[in-house]
T-cell receptor, first 115, second 112 residues
Framework: GAVVSQHPSRVICKSGTSVKIECRSLDFQATTMFWYRQFPKQSLMLMAT?????????EQGVEKDKFLINHASLTLSTLTVTSAHPEDSSFYIC???????????FGQGTRLTVV | KNQVEQSPQSLIILEGKNCTLQ??????????LRWYKQDTGRGPVSLTIMTFSENTKSNGRYTATLDADTKQSSLHITASQLSDSASYIC???????????FGAGTRLTVKP
C-alpha cells in the first residue's frame, strides 16, 4: 500500500511553546489530508480536513488559531500546535488520500507531551 | 450517538483461537466499509475494504463480512497470534462524501 510518513513520532515541549508535526505522502499525491487526535482507549477524532492549496476545514470545537494546518503541496501537510498546554498532550495522526474517495492511508502518529 | 458502534469493547483470547468482532452502523447510504488494525502508539493500517455490494473480503487470517440490509459487519480472525493484539477499528464512509466515520474500536489481547 501507499506510504504516509509522519514526523516526529514523539515530541515533548514546554507549555507555551509551539510544535510542528509533518505528514508526507511518499509515493502518491495527496489531494486531501486529514488530521486526527486520539485519547487513550478512544477512537480517532477528526480535527480538520485540508485540500492542497486551500484553507483547512475544521471540525466543530477545534480552534483553528491553535491548530494551524498548512497543505501547501501535494505531498506535505503540517499541523502546528501553538501555545501548547498540558491538555494538548495527545496522540495526533494524519491520513492522506489521493484524488476521489479512494483509500486513505495513515501516518504512524505523533505522541505529543506538553510539560 | 455514534454512527458506527463496535462490540465488544475489549476481548481477551488465547493464542491459536478464533474470534469475531462486530460493527453496526447507521451511515446510509455508504460508499465503503473498512477494517483497520491499530497497534498501540501507531497509526491504523488497513485490513479490508468493502463496497456496499460486497459480502465478504479476506486478507490472510482476517475475513470481513458485510450485510448491507442489517447494516452489520464483522471481522473474523482465525488462528490468532500474539501479534494480533491491537485495536481493530471499523470505518464507514458515507456515499459521495469525503468523510470517514470511525467506530470506537475493539481492543483485542491475545495471550499465550
Amino acid at each position: 500500500g501507499a506510504v504516509v510518513s509522519q514526523h516526529p513520532s514523539r515530541v515533548i515541549c514546554k507549555s507555551g511553546t509551539s510544535v510542528k508535526i509533518e505528514c508526507r505522502s511518499l509515493d502518491f499525491q495527496a489531494t486531501t489530508m486529514f488530521w486526527y487526535r486520539q485519547f487513550p482507549k478512544q477512537s480517532l477524532m477528526l480535527m480538520a480536513t485540508s485540500n492542497e492549496g486551500s484553507k483547512a476545514t475544521y471540525e466543530q470545537g477545534v480552534e483553528k488559531d491553535k491548530f494551524l494546518i498548512n497543505h501547501a503541496s501535494l505531498t506535505l501537510s503540517t499541523l502546528t500546535v501553538t501555545s501548547a498546554h498540558p491538555e494538548d498532550s495527545s496522540f495526533y495522526i494524519c491520513s492522506a488520500r489521493g484524488t476521489g474517495a479512494g483509500e486513505a492511508f495513515f501516518g504512524q502518529g505523533t505522541r505529543l507531551t506538553v510539560v | 450517538k455514534n454512527q458506527v458502534e463496535q462490540s465488544p469493547q475489549s476481548l481477551i483470547i488465547l493464542e491459536g483461537k478464533n474470534c469475531t468482532l462486530q460493527c453496526n452502523y447507521t451511515v446510509s447510504p455508504f460508499s465503503n466499509l473498512r477494517w483497520y488494525k491499530q497497534d498501540t502508539g501507531r497509526g491504523p493500517v488497513s485490513l479490508t475494504i468493502m463496497t456496499f455490494s460486497e459480502n465478504t473480503k479476506s486478507n490472510g487470517r482476517y475475513t470481513a463480512t458485510l450485510d448491507a440490509d442489517t447494516k452489520q459487519s464483522s471481522l473474523h480472525i482465525t488462528a490468532s497470534q500474539l501479534s494480533d493484539s491491537a485495536s481493530y477499528i471499523c470505518v464507514v464512509s458515507p456515499y459521495n462524501n469525503n468523510d470517514m466515520r470511525f467506530g470506537a474500536g475493539t481492543r483485542l489481547t491475545v495471550k499465550p
